[in-house]
């Protein structure tokens, strides 16, 4: 008869779990190594909410290990369409609203679960991952704090590229001018690390409205300029 | 958590007087390198405030603050700890305001999440509000995009993050100097990273020096008063002969060595790009050169130096090519070092610098450092991030200790011995040059076979790749080379250990004679 843990969350709530899966969590098993887990374990940083996901998580992936464990006894190699399985339902389990995937970010770390951290925390990475600053502040409502001077300021700034083909890295820098046309240099470096073509665009934007032209817009000249292929 | 901030929450370490907080209403506080030390509050650079809170680290009422190294002065933003927000709006943090949704996050979490991007999206995160500026200008974030996608082959260029950008777009405008001031962010964490990169050595850590040391003593004479009962000593004039005392300058080296590269941390580097980083690089952990293959690689190194005659017995060495690591190199700027820790393999050790100085502090084997948590096999070691934080925070500790730790500091030309078990913390004061081995004799022979032969060896063994294996061979290479004195030596031990016990014995009854014992008749 598996051994049951008893975790409280901080609404009260009393969650009822096998003792394998409560040890998926570090802090828990330490806990119940120390033996401190005899009238439940309070744990005051998570809400029923959160802690019913956690739950959730932590017995899928033993089961998996479980399965796997089985299968490696059977000497049976067919695994991968098992991991296949498991990562489709990490990444469906992942899908929740921001505030829903925060919380599992400091469940996770509270709680010591190495596997739930990784892929939350991977998960927040993906959603920063290729986007300009502007389409960031729109993911996770940032509101842009920077003074027009401070903007200015910025001479040098790594940018992503939207261009289909070439560009991974692109480096701009602002010349000011105080009367149009505005001229922006751009300097590319090619995907590869190799060479690099300086072109000069103009913008027809004013240089203090750097970022209101955005990034995109300034490759978007250049391509129409004919200077990436 | 920065541990700065611990002494809020660890009662354990006792301090003699509780904090005083310090209020200067009409100071202006700027970072100037020239200045004398602030009064006991950690000033950071705060450029326009008129008042600055600081109900932080303070040991002592005379005590003088925390002195900044001088390369300190010129940030372009300043990261505030959380106290001095104490006592304004919470809503005066441009961290949490430039955050958004993702506010909830910690600042440690925030930077896992931020060490999973590549150099493109985290220079894009610069970008996107003031609170983000900070945190992607965070150095260790570049250093590491660095180390893995240049590997050792970068050429340091003032900062990591400048290091990367001209690493991966040689051509680019450059980058030097981000020209935004942010003010009003405050992160003990962030606070903490900086001021560990940025601090010099107290002079009171530096101050004790209660080491034995030896000019000119014979081998007998070291291995009973010192190897024999385990007890560390710092040799002098045991160098004077080495070549490498004269040859091995910076310049020199780089001569002698040309392409060859060195492992220094996670990568390997020429020693021309080494000391390129090394004569720039403020950072709370250093990358530090450290080579067990320096001999194999450039031959004349190998033949520079010479084992001090008290140290050549060196039984591994039976073991031919399948010894463990057993001496290295070691290069580093002033800051670098090792944080506590014992030797592998139960291994005694000397340590002999060739130039520059070293602040050493050792623990004997029984009693383990403050701050420092080892894990009940001896595996794994928890400790302060930097050894600087461990200064800070725990040297106080053991002040009051009936037993203190043995310290000094190790110049040029000296050697310190380093007994096995016990536990050292090195930090190098200047730009250094040393060599280390570690060895067994039959002093430590049967320390190094019972370590060898425990069951998590494959843990704990270091050094070798045949972790697993180790024992059996090096039994079998010290029975065939001299037979039956493993034996000896277990028979020696086990007579010492029964003395040990009559001593006790008659230790009591001569007490008990000498005036305390009273018949009652």
């Known amino acids: 008869m598996a051994e049951k843990i008893i975790l409280k969350s901080s609404d009260g709530e009393v969650f009822e779990v096998e003792e394998t899966v409560a040890m998926e969590s570090q802090t828990i098993k330490h806990m119940i190594e120390d033996d401190c887990a005899g009238n439940g374990i309070p744990l005051p940083n998570v809400t029923s909410k959160i802690l019913s996901k956690v739950i959730e998580y932590c017995k899928r992936h033993v089961e998996a290990s479980a399965a796997a464990a089985s299968k490696y006894a059977a000497e049976d190699s067919s695994s991968k369409p098992a991991d296949n399985e498991l990562k489709a339902w990490d990444e469906e389990f992942v899908r929740v609203d921001q505030a829903t995937l925060f919380d599992l970010i400091l469940a996770a770390n509270y709680l010591n679960i190495k596997g739930l951290l990784d892929l939350t925390c991977q998960t927040v990475a993906d959603m920063i991952k290729g986007k300009t600053p502007e389409e960031i502040r729109k993911t996770f409502n940032i509101k842009n704090d920077f003074t027009p001077e401070e903007e200015d300021e910025m001479k040098v700034r790594l940018i992503s590229g939207k261009s289909t083909k070439h560009i991974a890295v692109v480096w701009q820098s602002v010349v000011k001018a105080t009367e149009p046309p505005t001229c922006m240099r751009l300097v590319f470096v090619m995907e590869n690390g190799n060479g690099w073509l300086p072109a000069v665009v103009t913008s027809g934007s004013r240089a203090s409205a750097f970022g209101g032209l955005g990034e995109y817009n300034c490759l978007r000249c250049c391509l129409a300029y004919g200077l990436l292929r | 958590m920065p541990s700065v901030f611990h002494s809020l929450t660890s009662p354990h370490l006792c301090r003699k007087k509780l904090k005083k907080r310090r209020r200067n209403p009409t100071k202006t506080l700027t970072l100037n390198p020239s200045r004398k030390p602030p009064t006991p509050n950690l000033e950071p650079q705060v450029s326009g405030r008129e008042e600055a809170e600081e109900p932080l680290e303070e040991e002592e009422e005379?005590?003088?603050?925390?002195?900044l190294r001088p390369s300190a002065s010129s940030r372009s933003f300043a990261v505030q700890p959380l106290g001095n927000l104490f006592l304004l709006d919470p809503c005066a943090n441009a961290r949490n305001s430039g955050l958004g949704a993702l506010r909830v996050l910690s600042d440690e979490l925030l930077l896992d999440i931020l060490g999973l991007l590549c150099g493109r999206d985290v220079a894009v995160l610069s970008a996107v509000s003031r609170s983000f500026y900070v945190f992607a200008g965070h150095e260790p974030l570049w250093k590491n995009l660095v180390l893995e996608e240049l590997k050792g082959d970068f050429l340091f260029d003032g900062s990591w993050k400048s290091t990367y950008v001209s690493g991966i777009a040689?051509?680019?405008?450059?980058?030097?100097?981000?020209?935004?001031?942010?003010?009003?962010?405050?992160?003990?964490?962030?606070?903490?990273?900086?001021?560990?990169?940025?601090?010099?050595?107290?002079?009171?850590?530096?101050?004790?020096?209660?080491?034995?040391?030896?000019?000119?003593?014979?081998?007998?004479?070291?291995?009973?008063?010192?190897?024999?009962?385990?007890?560390?000593?710092?040799?002098?004039?045991?160098?004077?002969?080495?070549?490498?005392?004269?040859?091995?300058?910076?310049?020199?080296?780089?001569?002698?060595?040309?392409?060859?590269?060195?492992?220094?941390?996670?990568?390997?580097?020429?020693?021309?790009?080494?000391?390129?980083?090394?004569?720039?690089?403020?950072?709370?952990?250093?990358?530090?050169?450290?080579?067990?293959?320096f001999a194999k690689k450039v031959p004349e190194m190998g033949s520079d130096y010479e084992v001090p005659v008290y140290f050549r017995e060196d039984l591994f060495s039976f073991l031919g090519e399948e010894r463990p690591d057993y001496r290295w190199v070691i290069i580093g700027p002033a800051g670098s070092g090792s944080s506590f820790h014992v030797d592998p393999n139960s291994t005694s050790a000397w340590n002999a610098v060739i130039k520059g100085s070293k602040k050493w502090v050792m623990f004997p084997p029984e009693i383990v450092p403050p701050g420092v948590h080892p894990?009940?096999?001896?595996?794994?070691?928890?400790?302060?991030?930097?050894?600087?934080?461990?200064?800070?925070?725990?040297?106080?500790?053991?002040?009051?200790?009936?037993?203190?730790?043995?310290?000094?500091?190790?110049?040029?030309?000296?050697?310190?011995?380093?007994?096995?078990?016990?536990?050292?913390?090195?930090?190098?004061?200047?730009?250094s040059v040393a060599i280390t081995q570690n060895y067994v004799s039959r002093r430590n022979l049967l320390n190094v076979l019972d370590f060898l032969g425990r069951p998590n060896a494959s843990e704990l063994v270091s050094g070798t790749k045949d972790r697993v294996n180790l024992y059996d061979k090096f039994r079998n290479a010290i029975d065939a080379a001299f037979p039956g004195t493993i034996d000896q030596l277990r028979q020696k031990a086990h007579e010492k250990m029964t003395q040990k016990k009559k001593l006790t014995f008659w230790e009591s009854v001569s007490d008990a004679n000498a005036g305390g014992f009273k018949f009652s008749f």
């Open chain 2, 375 to 431: 894990s009940p096999d001896g595996a794994e070691v928890a400790c302060p991030v930097s050894i600087m934080e461990w200064f800070m925070n725990f040297y106080g500790a053991c002040k009051n200790w009936k037993r203190r730790p043995i310290e000094c500091i190790c110049r040029t030309g000296e050697v310190v011995f380093v007994p096995n078990g016990w536990w050292h913390l090195v930090i190098n004061l200047e730009d």
């Open chain 2, 170 to 293: 040689p051509r680019s405008a450059p980058s030097h100097g981000a020209a935004i001031t942010i003010r009003n962010f405050y992160s003990d964490y962030l606070f903490q990273s900086w001021l560990c990169a940025n601090l010099e050595m107290k002079p009171e850590w530096l101050e004790r020096d209660n080491i034995e040391r030896r000019r000119g003593i014979s081998v007998e004479e070291f291995v009973e008063s010192f190897e024999e009962p385990n007890r560390p000593v710092l040799l002098e004039g045991c160098l004077e002969s080495w070549p490498a005392m004269e040859k091995w300058t910076w310049e020199q080296l780089v001569k002698v060595c040309g392409d060859v590269k060195f492992a220094a941390g996670p990568v390997e580097m020429t020693l021309e790009r080494y000391f390129r980083y090394a004569d720039s690089a403020r950072e709370e952990r250093p990358l530090y050169l450290f080579d067990p293959n």
């Open chain 2, 62 to 67: 005379e005590e003088v603050g925390f002195k």
